[in-house]
């Protein structure tokens, strides 16, 4: 069976304990001292009140302290015991008794015992149980088995266990893989925190354990729980710092832009696949940015405005109705891909809102560019000169 990720500990809340075993103390050695009669049996009744106060304190002692103190702690209310009765001399009217010293010993180490029994009686139920909610959240899928789809209601999130999950988009009746989750990686989260329908279907591109964790439970377990939530705020730190990388992409751009002045570069695009040579002009010079390039829409669509370059496409779509622009910033000109559903490749190099990066430099000279996948039909040559 696979490990189980998350492994919370518990916390007792033992300064409670500690200070009534304090008191505890306190009070079995006054009384224990107490000037009185000198019972007469083994379970005479102040036999029975001693072995019942060392019991108690005992009791307390592993309750109030963690593993070996605890053992510590009942050692020294034994020692207590011990004391107590050495010390009858010094008391009016009390004296040793080995019978009472019997019973304070043994109230001692029944009182321990017995709370040694229960905690192990309940740290065994607790792991039962814990193994048993374990099995109920471990999902096995074969492979091609779907364990969501696109718009599906979100309820819980999922860790990867073994094996692999592929995020399929639909794209106009076809599944397009747009990310592939591996083990003790984290898929889901955002739709659950947010309590939004899910983006996209999960598919086991493999045989595959997934665990599942609803958001309450994730709450909960925020105190005790380094993963998921550690491989969350992983995942989220992950991509803010893809955005401010960007932004100081950008930002450096913006200086050497000013420092450049007015240098510019003439860029021309055309057709490099024959798909494309029989849809657009052979070249099409590019004065104006940004210039965008999508898919021209059908009449059952509604406009979208800054398209200025449209392309026919037919069923299942490659283009996105705007899939990418080409910007300049000071002497550089870009690509940029933050709408499209199957992404760009930039020479050799994917962008789009599901890629580590959106953002893409053209070099001086030729540059290939294609839409909607690798296998695309839909190849540019953008020239800077």
Known sequence: ?????????????????????????????????????????????????????????????????????????????????????????????????PVDLYANIMGAMTG????????????????????????????????????????????????????????VKDNEGTGMVIGLVRPREVFGEMACIQGRPRYAAARARVDTVVYSLS????????????????????????????????????????AQAAAAGDARSKVTLKPHSIMLKTLMPAELPIERFPFSIGRRRRDNEKAIAAVDLMIDDAPPFRISRCHFQLKRLGNKLLITDELSKLGTDVNGTRIGKFERSNVAELKPGANLVTVGGVDSPYTFQIEVR
């Open 1 to 97: 069976m696979p490990a189980h990720p998350i492994r919370p500990k518990a916390k007792p809340h033992r300064r409670h304990f500690l200070f009534a075993w304090l008191i505890g103390l306190a009070l079995v050695f006054v009384l224990t001292l107490a000037a009185g009669r000198t019972p007469a049996g083994w379970l005479a009744f102040d036999r029975l009140l001693h072995f019942a106060g060392f019991a108690v304190v005992g009791a307390l002692a592993v309750l109030a302290l963690p593993g070996w103190l605890s053992f510590l702690a009942v050692a020294g209310v034994v020692a207590l015991g011990v004391v107590t009765e050495i010390f009858q001399n010094s008391v009016l009217g009390r004296a040793p008794d």
């Open 215 to 254: 958001p309450d439970e994730l709450i909960d377990a925020v105190d005790t729980v380094q993963f998921p939530l550690m491989a969350i705020l992983r995942n989220l730190v992950d991509r803010l710092r893809q955005q401010n990388d960007k932004l100081a992409d950008l930002a450096a751009l913006t």
């Open 112 to 167: 321990a015992l017995v709370i040694y029994a229960v905690l192990g009686i309940a740290g065994w139920w607790r792991r039962r149980r814990a193994n048993a909610d374990d099995e109920r959240r471990q999902i096995e899928l074969a492979a091609g088995d779907v364990l969501f789809h696109e718009g599906d209601t979100s309820r819980e999130l999922y860790i990867v266990l073994e094996g692999e999950i592929e995020i």
